[in-house]
Every structure is written in C-alpha cells, then in structure tokens.
C-alpha cells in the first residue's frame, strides 16, 4: 500500500513519540528480567547449600552445585524467544540425569497475542492504538514473571505446562 506524504509524516511523527517510551519499557523490562534471574540463582545455591554442598559461579555464568560425586548445574539462556523470556537449565550432571528446563515467562500471560482485523488496514490507527499501549504499559505496574516447566502427561507425547512462582518451588519440587 502506497501511503501519500501526510500519512507519512503522520507515521513519521507516532514513530518519534514512541521510541522514547518503547526504549524506557525495554529497560524496565531487562532490569526485572535480571533481577528474576538473579533472584532464581540466589534460591539455587541456597536450596543446595542448606543441603551441604559447595556451590560456584552465579548469574549470568554458569552454576555447579557439588557433594562429593554428585553435581547439579544451572545455566542461564537469556536469549528471547516469542512467548519466553529466558530459558533456565537445570541438570543433574553427575551422575548424569534429563536436563530440565525452565522457562521464564510473563506472569499470567497465555502465550503470544494475535490481533485479527477485519477490512482495510489504517495504519494510522495500528500506530497509534500500539502508541497507547505502550504508553499504558510503562504506566501501569512492571512486569512480573513466572518459572514454568513443560512435560510429557504418561509419558506421552501430549504436554502439561506448570507454573512456579519461583525457582525455589521448582527446586523443592523436582529436587528434594
């Protein structure tokens, strides 16, 4: 769709009003992300510590819990993914067991939205509704997150997903 110069610069205009409140919503985002992760690694060496074994390294490196031959490790992908905020690795690597992993996502989120319009595209409109959004969402409360697992039911290929509402409970859960 060819857009005639008004439009543009109208575009042109809910861009640059955007990107400050866009940036400022990242930030806010990667420092609550951070803290969750630093937060998750905390609750990692306590919950094998308060059971005697030697923990190295923290967050966002690589960290091994060890108790003579038994060692655990949990490592941090920050890489973002559509619905996943963060992928968190759990192991038991000695002697060596299914890696677990957890994923870190949006509290109360379903997974990602998908607007559907019906009729002509105003992206004028488009631009401005996502400028409100944005707009709301830096002014309402930051984000908040959940640690959640996803297996097979029965072994089979169907799938379950669990939510924690942290690390802490994942460990005590699947880690006694």
Known sequence: MDLDLATQKKL??????ATPILQQLRVRNETA???ALRAAASEFKAHFE????????????????KYQHLEFVLEFDEQERAYYWAILKLQQTN?????????????GSKGPRVTTRIGRPD???????????????LDGPGIEFD????????GSNARAVKNYASLRDVLLEHYK
């Open 50 to 65: 308060k059971e005697g074994f030697l923990v190295v390294g923290g967050y966002p490196a690589r960290m091994t819990a």
């Open 147 to 154: 640690f959640q697992i996803e297996a097979s039911v029965n």
């Open 123 to 137: 992206p004028i409109a488009d631009a401005e509704a996502r400028l409100a959004e944005a707009q709301e969402a």
């Open 33 to 35: 992300k951070a803290s």
């Open 95 to 107: 002697p060596k067991k299914p890696e677990t992993k957890v994923a870190l996502v949006r509290k």
């Open 12 to 17: 042109a205009d809910i861009q640059a009003a």
